[in-house]
């Protein structure tokens, strides 16, 4: 699977350097997360979407990439290194399809009520530059727990905040 990604997002930067003479930056956006009280907590991402000053959304990733959000407690772990043409983007669009939470060892598929994240941001992507973008997903906020008599059922609302923009 991996291998199937690493190729997609080659295949996507070499078409993309191929196509125009567009001024471009890079762009990197990586994740991180806060402590809670579970042994893993495990988000999908299916897809990564930037959106443009005036233009509509632009799909920049797509696949499947499964993430321990208890992994990136105080570390930033890479999800994707492109190039973006130059100019001043207002969002990020995450795609959250599925979820599971591992508590005391027993494993629970956790259920995603809208899988469609919105991160509002102001970033701007300059030529021969390059910008770097961190989102906390915020698994202690994510998550909500809803009792019904001695079952338990998970839902998964990801929170997810920008933590850093540097360039």
């Not at 042994?39 to 696949?63: C, H, N, P, R, Y």
Request: charged share 20%; net charge negative; aromatic share 8%.
């Amino acid at each position: 699977m991996k291998k199937l990604i690493l190729f997609a997002l080659s295949a996507a930067l070499l078409l993309s350097g191929c196509a125009s003479s567009e001024k471009t930056g890079n762009f990197q956006l990586y994740l991180t997360d806060q402590p809670v009280d579970a042994d893993e907590i495990w988000a999908t991402i299916s897809k990564i979407e930037v959106q443009k000053t005036g233009e509509a959304f632009l799909t920049i990733w797509e696949g499947t990439k499964e993430y321990d959000l208890l992994t990136l407690m105080n570390t930033q772990e890479l999800v994707l290194d492109t190039t973006l043409e130059e100019g001043m983007y207002t969002q990020i669009r995450l795609t959250v399809t599925e979820g599971r939470i591992v508590i005391g060892g027993q494993s629970n598929e956790m259920t995603v009520p809208s899988s469609m994240v919105q991160i509002p941001l102001v970033f701007n992507v300059m030529e021969d530059s390059s910008v770097e973008v961190v989102l906390d997903f915020e698994a202690d906020q994510s998550v909500d727990v809803i009792h019904t008599g001695q079952n338990a059922e998970y839902l998964l609302k990801p929170v997810i905040r920008v933590e850093n923009i540097s360039y």
